[in-house]
């Protein structure tokens, strides 16, 4: 005779997606806490598979949901049953970069001024985006970057308007602006206190190679307005060649190169101490010469040229 389950046909309640009624036992384990039974879910009719542990617990989401927020950080969609592929790796590598955004906003303190966008928090929506070749996606390598389209917002938000995917020797380069919280001095501005003379200086780090720009008198906004001149044209212009070569490369797309082409070094929480007014901002275009940005941009061209080698065609 044969043994009867007493699961089948039993309702249990769920945590997040409301009651579910068990049909039959698809898959039968060595230990029977580990049984897969088929769910339909009372609300909505959704079928499913779970194990017998996760109905007991009330862990089973209900995937057909659209507007049910089915994780701990706020997140839903339909997570599984994806079939296309449009690169080469897992599914699960989407949804994990998905669920680690959701989990940083929510709980690092660094994030505690950055925010993600109601459309974001339905990982369907996500997953278009990502899809969409022009938002510069290519596997693994690539990092998700909310600061190149919107450099100068101070509250931060992850959205399709405000993001792009870029490789991470693009993400490094833009995060290395040389800027200590320490510093009196904007990026790009330095000081030695063991030089003899009352001197700040301009450099640009480009690889291994720290690129000397200018340098001028240490007291006055002046001098420190003509180095930060210098390096805001040096590191745009370095970028630029950057891009290029990226995009030559395949490994950006165009809308990012755009981007690139279009950021501008101009943080105010460094400078606003210094450049405060129209007649500054005309100061500093007095600096920067024809003469002057053919210099910069033949050391810049130099030193990238020794650069391009740590460039591969999969970042």
């Known amino acids: 005779m044969n043994k009867i389950?007493?699961?089948?046909?039993?309702?249990?309640d769920t945590n997040t997606c409301g009651k579910i009624k068990v049909i039959k036992l698809v898959e039968e384990k060595r230990f029977s806490s580990n049984n897969?039974?088929?769910?339909v879910f009372i609300n909505t009719g959704a079928i499913r598979n779970a194990s017998i542990s996760n109905i007991r617990k009330g862990e089973v989401l209900d995937y057909s949901l659209e507007r049910k927020r089915v994780n701990k950080y706020g997140g839903y969609g339909k997570l599984h049953n994806i079939t296309d592929s449009f690169y080469d790796g897992p599914i699960e590598k989407i949804t994990d970069r998905w669920r680690n955004l959701l989990r940083r906003v929510s709980t690092e303190e660094s994030y505690k001024h950055v925010t993600i966008c109601d459309e974001w928090y339905n990982f369907d929506n996500f997953y278009k985006f990502i899809k969409n070749p022009d938002n510069g996606f290519k596997g693994d390598g690539y990092e998700l970057d909310k600061d190149i389209l919107c450099h100068n917002r101070k509250d931060k938000l992850y959205s399709p308007e405000t993001c792009l995917f870029i490789p991470r020797i693009l993400n490094a380069v833009l995060l290395d602006r040389q800027t200590h919280k320490t510093s009196e001095y904007p990026s790009g501005v330095t000081d030695n206190k063991k030089w003899k003379y009352d001197t700040i200086f301009a450099n640009i780090q480009i690889g291994a190679r720290k690129i000397s720009l200018c340098s001028s008198n240490r007291e006055g906004r002046k001098g420190?307005?003509?180095?930060?001149?210098?390096?805001?044209?040096?590191?745009?212009?370095?970028?630029?060649?950057?891009?290029?070569?990226?995009f030559k490369l395949d490994l950006i797309s165009k809308r990012v190169k755009d981007s690139v082409y279009s950021y501008e070094i101009h943080d105010k929480r460094d400078v606003d101490d210094y450049i405060t007014d129209d007649?500054?901002?005309t100061y500093i275009t007095c600096y920067m010469s024809d003469?002057?940005?053919t210099t910069i941009e033949r050391k810049v061209s130099d030193a990238f040229e020794l650069f391009k080698s740590r460039i591969k065609r999969r970042p």
Not at 36 to 39: A, F, N, R, T
Not at 224 to 233: G, L, M, N, Q
Request: charged share 30%; proline share 0%; with cysteine.
């Open 5 to 12: 389950d007493l699961n089948i046909g039993k309702i249990f």
């Open 36 to 39: 897969v039974y088929s769910v």
């Open 224 to 246: 420190v307005i003509k180095c930060f001149s210098y390096y805001k044209y040096a590191k745009e212009f370095f970028l630029k060649l950057l891009a290029d070569e990226l």
């Open 279 to 281: 007649e500054t901002y």
């Open 291 to 293: 003469e002057v940005k």
